[in-house]
């Protein structure tokens, strides 16, 4: 007889467990197949802003340009081996840096190897208009999770926009 119930509670237990683990992995590819795209594609989208007057950033070695705020100052520097393009909105600088931290946003160009060094994981990871996008996630300042975007550039070069008003995402066109 104890046999007999110390089987049946082990069966029982066998099936709990592939019962949660079967829930955790529908989870997943519900979670995965749920993924806004369009959060991504276009931040704000149904905001209307007036760019007539906005300055134009290009960059013909990665074949890319999008439009800034003229009254966003824009520099650009090498960061550990990688392009960093920031902006600021305070004038006073230390030489191409900005001293204060109020910084609208940040364009990098890095290698796939970068972004899978910092990941926290890789949320997806699609070719969309012949280019590789990665969308993944890191843990920022405050052990906040923070999710990010990544656009193939050429070979092993990725573009990373960090703007939390979107403009730049807005504007961004690829040429040849």
Known sequence: ???HLNLTILIAIGVLAVLVVGY???QLQVEQKAFNWQKFAFVHKSTTVDTSDWLTYRNEQYGFEFKYPKEWKLFTKINNGYS?????????TQGEEPIDNMVPAVVDIVPLSYITSNVNK???DKIIDGRRI?????????DIEVTSKATQLKGDDYLIIGDGNGYIEKTLTFFK
């Open 134 to 142: 990665v969308i993944y996630s890191f843990i920022g300042m405050g």
């Open 24 to 26: 955790c992995y529908y």
């Open 1 to 3: 007889m104890k046999k």
């Open 122 to 124: 890789i949320i997806t």
């Open 84 to 92: 960093h393009i920031g902006f600021s909105y305070n004038k006073i």
